[in-house]
């Protein structure tokens, strides 16, 4: 596509790729077929293909960037049109430009900047995000409604398998995480509970933290930075130690670790460790799926599945779940459109609530068709969006705490 | 009392029934609507409305008919003749709100559908009856149903099971002043004139698609691709005469060259031989036996005719994979160029090889790269010109060798459009396709529809004044073309 970008753009670094990004764009429409918010509200501003045109326009110094930010916001950052794209334009990477530029230019109203920053306050920090948790189950009845179902349930046999000694020569790290460690601890202990029947022991790190996406998608780049060069200095020393992966059970964290090569690629002083950590990052899909799976077959659950865009578009894994599932001896019901989003998309469920219910009634419809018995995602964020709409008669739950109901010795 | 702009005034009156959100204003909400899938054409128009039932869309054309605003309907906005380019002092109409499937009839074989249902959608919808719809254009996935008749679009399977014109039953159309009517019915054939024929492929020039009627299809019982490599692209244009002759008539035989090739691997990691001259997709479909013995003498055929190595799909995966990498060949060029130019001519089969080198040597001439892909069986060629519009003076170049191309494709006997419709692109040529007689004719069909000529002006037809321009440019034996009109 034909670009005219001031030269003073140009100059810098970002400048250049967006400019690149913008010229494999060849106007086709392929990306609006898929893209979840086009096809609720049939406008172009509102697809890829006019987003990828409203960013054009700002980065030539055109174009309202309130406008051109209302259209952004409106954007879940899938990528379910990078996995359409033939021409292979990389979306995200000029949408994080374009959400910025427009951010500078632009004056977004202090409702907003408020609810960003509280976001930005609260998801990050564990103990901060377990306090309101706690607070708000005490208030439950006093909140409204959608509120209260919104809560995840108190959880009993959070601990079981938390503390299995490490006892395999392979050893791999395992992201504890922010608002999962807090809102659904059984994850990562079902998780370690797998790896270990696998043969691989499970390390945890405790001076991480959040692996910098809710700040990265909250238009706070330099905070997210700052997260991710903390966690490269707390897992460098086990991974130098030998841990052969780091691994995530929250297909989002995992997607933003795999992308610290590219963020920090201008950092001095981290860019070189970033790539390596990246290039050792893999969502616990990768690893189960190396390993058999076990003989004995018990009776099993009816799955039907919910692969989270950035497993399926951001890591590109689409069917690696599907398939250990299989593997595993338990039945997938089919589920329609399985590449559209389900409304949660880190903070879009509270920002854009209106969207983002249609996108969970529609995705619910499709993942109770088949009459499944369990609903299964791999994501922190899809389960708790799912959970505060399905019926509870119906749970949803992290895939690999269904492989942990397998196993013997629970 | 100071008069209000007309985009003002225009937006003051359709607030009365469109919420703000549906009206488009503001420069930098029109901009994205400036050119549809023809990026290189652009014109930001007056104003976008986004109606979501037939009523507003009455209402919308009455308006504009009153103060003779012209308007431009709009669907998925992928057209790749400029069909869709709005006009600076028009309304652009976008029916892609418009995206319900409203009923399928499993027993007659019919879906009625809104303009704005995407095209691959109503397959998808239709498959739990064992149903499809048969035309598919590569943009399938994302081109919508309204676009579809508007240009006839054809596909990769119309070689066997014809284009839109032949896959739609009835069509709901308002016109310019707003009348709602029907044509064509639920039976095979309905009396009076095929107005449903004229409607089609009519490029939103004659009324505006409000509903559609498909015809749907039972999923054949078997099919089954065949994809050959050649290492030179002449015998491959021989075996798709070789294969038609033979009296087989393919469910679709496309042809792609090495560029297209490797652009399309690169997408859909097809498992296409990247160091092929050329590689030719051929589907046969049917009952199991007829399959089977097509098979093999397709395969007999392209072995005679020189393919280096014949593949078959092995199951239902792979064959969707060999076609979604010749799906994604126009896109996927955006890996090897910034921009293309995709041409739509149509010749007589066996002069393929012909047309295949004369358009060789134009790429020589002009300095710009082709990736060839196209419709074999049908002889519709889809030439790309692969060239970087960042670069003065090369759109022009693209365009006056384009140009050539599809005079070629004239003087070999064949037409400047198989599929994608005339909209701006070839509006030129078509004074090479036409006389000024049959013009003037198209002008009094246009006319009987829309007597102010408020529908999708300047596109399709060229008026004579314009080929009249045109043609001062190209004096062939001494001759002007339309020497009777004045020149401006």
């Known amino acids: 596509m034909q670009t005219q970008l001031p030269e003073s753009l140009l100059d810098s670094p970002q400048g250049r790729e967006a400019d690149a990004i913008l010229r494999r764009c060849v106007h086709c429409g392929f990306c609006n077929a898929t893209c979840p918010t086009y096809q609720l509200l049939g406008e172009e501003l509102d697809g890829p293909r006019g987003r990828i045109y409203l960013i054009k326009q700002l980065l030539e110094g055109e174009g309202d960037a309130d406008t051109v930010r209302t259209h952004l916001d409106r954007c879940l950052t899938c990528r379910s049109c990078e996995t359409t794209c033939p021409s292979g334009v990389k979306y995200s990477r000029l949408l994080d430009i374009g959400r910025e530029q427009a951010e500078r230019q632009g004056t977004r109203p202090w409702q907003q900047r408020v609810m960003r920053w509280g976001l930005r306050q609260l998801l990050p920090f564990p103990r901060r995000f377990a306090l309101l948790l706690g607070l708000a189950r005490v208030l439950r009845p006093l909140l409204p409604q959608s509120w209260a179902t919104a809560l995840p349930a108190v959880n009993k046999a959070s601990v079981a398998g938390a503390n299995i000694a490490v006892r395999h020569p392979r050893r791999v790290i395992l992201l504890d995480g922010c608002v999962q460690s807090v809102a659904a601890p059984e994850i990562n202990c079902a998780a370690a509970r797998v790896l270990d029947h696998l043969g691989i022991s499970v390390q945890r790190v405790t001076d991480g933290g959040c692996c910098g996406a809710v700040e990265q998608h909250l238009s706070a780049p330099q905070v997210a930075a700052q997260r991710m060069r903390r ?120 920002l854009q609530p209106v969207l983002s219910d249609r996108l969970r009634a529609d995705k619910l419809v499709a993942l109770r068709r088949g009459s499944p018995q369990v609903i299964a995602s791999a994501n922190i964020g899809c389960l708790m969006h799912l959970r505060q709409g399905a019926e509870s008669s119906l749970p949803v739950r992290h895939w690999v705490e269904l492989l942990a109901d397998c196993l013997p010795n629970k | 009392m100071t008069a209000a702009s007309p985009q003002a005034a225009l937006a003051q009156r359709f607030r009365a029934f469109l919420p703000d959100s549906s009206i488009l204003v503001t420069e930098t909400e029109r901009r994205p609507y400036e050119c549809d899938g023809l990026s290189v054409y652009r014109r930001l128009p007056l104003l976008v409305v986004l109606p979501e039932d037939i009523n507003q869309v009455q209402r919308v054309l009455r308006i504009c008919a009153e103060l003779a605003v012209p308007v431009v309907a709009r669907g998925a906005g992928t057209g790749l003749s400029g069909g869709a380019l709005p006009l600076t002092d028009g309304v652009l109409l976008s029916l892609a709100k418009f995206n319900r499937i409203l009923d399928i009839d499993p027993l007659n074989r019919t879906a009625r559908v809104q303009p704005g249902v995407r095209n691959l959608a109503i397959s998808e919808a239709v498959a739990e009856h064992g149903l499809y719809y048969a035309p598919d254009p590569s943009s399938q996935i994302a081109c919508s149903i309204g676009g579809n008749v508007a240009e006839n679009a054809g596909g990769v399977h119309c070689l066997k099971y014809g284009l839109t014109v032949h896959n739609i039953v009835q069509l709901g159309i308002v016109t310019m002043d707003g009348e709602q009517f029907t044509v064509g019915g639920t039976g095979l054939d309905a009396p009076g004139y095929d107005l449903l024929a004229l409607m089609t492929g009519s490029e939103g020039l004659l009324g505006v698609i409000v509903e559609v009627v498909v015809k749907l299809l039972p999923v054949p019982d078997t099919a089954q691709v065949l994809l050959a490599a050649f290492d030179d692209v002449v015998p491959a244009g021989d075996a798709v005469g070789r294969i038609i ?244």
């Open chain 2, 245 to 488: 002759g033979a009296g087989i008539i393919p469910a679709g035989l496309e042809m792609m060259d090495n560029p297209a090739i490797r652009a399309a691997e690169a997408f859909a990691h097809a498992g296409y031989p990247e160091d092929a001259a050329a590689i030719l997709l051929c589907e046969l479909d049917g009952s199991r036996a007829e399959v089977e013995t097509d098979v093999m003498r397709v395969r007999k055929l392209l072995a005679q005719c020189g393919a280096r190595e014949v593949r078959i799909a092995r199951d239902a995966d792979e064959r969707a994979l060999f076609w979604k990498g010749r799906k994604a060949a126009f896109p996927a060029m955006g890996r090897i160029s910034p921009d293309y130019y995709c041409m739509d001519g149509t010749i007589p089969r066996h002069r393929l090889p012909e047309v295949l080198s004369g358009i060789e040597t134009l790429s020589r001439d002009y300095g710009l790269p082709v990736a060839n892909v196209f419709h074999a069986g049908d002889g519709n060629l889809h030439p790309l010109i692969l060239f970087d519009a960042n670069r003065p003076g090369e759109l022009q170049r693209t365009e006056e060798m384009g140009g050539k191309i599809l005079e070629l494709c004239v003087a070999v006997g064949g037409s400047i459009t198989g599929e994608h419709g005339v909209g701006m692109e070839k509006i030129n040529q078509m004074c090479s396709q036409f006389s000024a007689a049959e013009l003037t004719q198209m002008h009094a069909v246009k006319a009987a529809f829309d007597p102010a000529g408020l529908l999708n002006p300047g596109k399709a037809v060229p008026t004579l004044h314009r080929c009249a321009e045109f043609g001062a440019m190209h004096v062939h034996d001494g001759q002007l073309p339309f020497p009777e009109l004045e020149r401006f």
């Open chain 1, 231 to 350: 966690n490269i200095d707390a897992w460098w020393p086990l991974t130098e130690a030998g841990a052969e992966a780091i691994v995530s059970t929250a297909s989002a964290c995992g997607l933003q670790v795999k992308d610290y090569g590219h963020l920090l690629r201008d950092d001095p002083l981290y860019a070189d460790k970033a790539q390596r950590i990246s290039a050792q990052v893999k969502d616990i899909a990768e690893l189960v799926a190396d390993s058999p799976a076990p003989s004995s077959a018990g009776p099993r659950p009816r799955v039907a599945f919910h692969s989270p865009c950035t497993l399926q578009h951001g890591q590109r894994l689409g069917g690696v779940v599907e398939q250990i599932l299989r593997d595993w001896g338990f039945e997938l019901t089919p589920v329609a459109d399985g590449h559209l989003c389900c409304g949660s998309a880190g903070a879009y469920s509270l």
